[in-house]
């Protein structure tokens, strides 16, 4: 009976002992571990969080070009239209370029209606008298107003009748005209069924102020003449006067290409 009380006896002290061992074995680990007993927890340390990366701003793209369309070709300028010429004459002259005959008679169709008909494109200003010399036309032509490219002067027979100096007159209405930027046309004699007397004598002289002065020369002495064509004694009638007409439109024809039509 002693022997099995003394050995319940030692198995309460072993057991005894092995709890104080697990105690302390426990308290030793947690002590290892930095871990507080768990009555005693403290809350976990707070984790440090790194810093906020900024956001990059979104970078702003250019917007694309549109893509490249081949232009079409341009259409060229259509040219400017070209100044229309300036075909425009003024007729100085006696009866023979009046288309005077008779005395105070007139040719259906005169020089300056021809030329018309001939080209159509001239403005004609006919200030032809029958009567008039180159000495009375010269007195008051520097003084007239005029307004054509053309000035055809068309004296000489009355002056070689009367014996008037033809030259000198001629030579200043040129100069004048050509002064205000104008062509000068001056004309031959034409002939009659008697020839006035000096009359080839001034026709000479009215072809030498001519070349003297540049001055163009329609040549009425050099177109065919009939005695059956004359109005009177003195003056063209209708088929010779047009023939002498065609004289001064081939001068002008020379002269201005520009307004032949």
């Given at each position: 009976?002693?022997?099995?009380?003394?050995?319940?006896?030692?198995?309460?002290?072993?057991?005894?002992?092995?709890r104080a061992l697990l105690s302390l074995l426990?308290?030793?680990?947690?002590?290892?571990?930095?871990?507080?007993?768990?009555?005693?927890?403290?809350?976990?340390?707070?984790?440090?969080?790194?810093?906020?990366?900024?956001?990059?701003?979104?970078?702003?793209?250019?917007?694309?070009?549109?893509?490249?369309?081949?232009?079409?070709?341009?259409?060229?300028?259509?040219?400017?239209?070209?100044?229309?010429?300036?075909?425009?004459?003024?007729?100085?002259?006696?009866?023979?370029?009046?288309?005077?005959?008779?005395?105070?008679?007139?040719?259906?169709?005169?020089?300056?209606?021809?030329?018309?008909?001939?080209?159509?494109?001239?403005?004609?200003?006919?200030?032809?008298?029958?009567?008039?010399?180159?000495?009375?036309?010269?007195?008051?032509?520097?003084?007239?107003?005029?307004?054509?490219?053309?000035?055809?002067?068309?004296?000489?027979?009355?002056?070689?009748?009367?014996?008037?100096?033809?030259?000198?007159?001629?030579?200043?209405?040129?100069a004048t005209a050509m002064r205000e930027g104008?062509?000068?046309?001056?004309?031959?004699?034409?002939?009659?069924?008697?020839?006035?007397?000096?009359?080839?004598?001034?026709?000479?002289?009215?072809?030498?102020?001519?070349?003297?002065?540049?001055?163009?020369?329609?040549?009425?002495?050099?177109?065919?003449?009939?005695?059956?064509?004359?109005?009177?004694?003195?003056?063209?009638?209708?088929?010779?006067?047009?023939?002498?007409?065609?004289?001064?439109?081939?001068?002008?024809?020379?002269?201005?290409?520009?307004?032949?039509?």
């Open positions: 009976m002693s022997s099995h009380l003394a050995v319940h006896a030692r198995a309460r002290q072993a057991s005894r002992a092995s426990g308290a030793c680990a947690l002590a290892a571990c930095g871990v507080s007993a768990p009555d005693k927890a403290r809350p976990p340390a707070p984790v440090a969080l790194a810093p906020a990366v900024p956001f990059a701003p979104a970078v702003q793209r250019a917007p694309e070009a549109p893509p490249q369309v081949a232009a079409a070709p341009a259409t060229p300028a259509a040219p400017a239209a070209a100044a229309a010429p300036n075909c425009s004459v003024v007729l100085y002259g006696d009866s023979i370029l009046h288309g005077g005959y008779g005395g105070n008679q007139r040719l259906a169709e005169p020089p300056a209606a021809a030329l018309k008909r001939l080209r159509p494109r001239y403005t004609i200003d006919d200030r032809t008298a029958n009567g008039e010399t180159a000495t009375t036309r010269a007195a008051s032509f520097a003084s007239e107003k005029r307004e054509a490219r053309f000035v055809v002067i068309g004296h000489g027979i009355n002056d070689a009748a009367l014996s008037l100096p033809v030259e000198a007159p001629l030579r200043s209405m040129i104008r062509v000068v046309i001056v004309t031959g004699l034409s002939r009659q069924r008697i020839a006035v007397p000096g009359r080839d004598k001034y026709d000479a002289a009215i072809r030498k102020v001519a070349q003297d002065t540049g001055a163009g020369f329609a040549d009425w002495g050099a177109e065919e003449f009939r005695a059956s064509e004359m109005a009177d004694i003195l003056h063209p009638a209708g088929a010779y006067s047009q023939r002498l007409s065609m004289r001064i439109v081939q001068t002008l024809d020379r002269l201005a290409p520009d307004c032949r039509v």
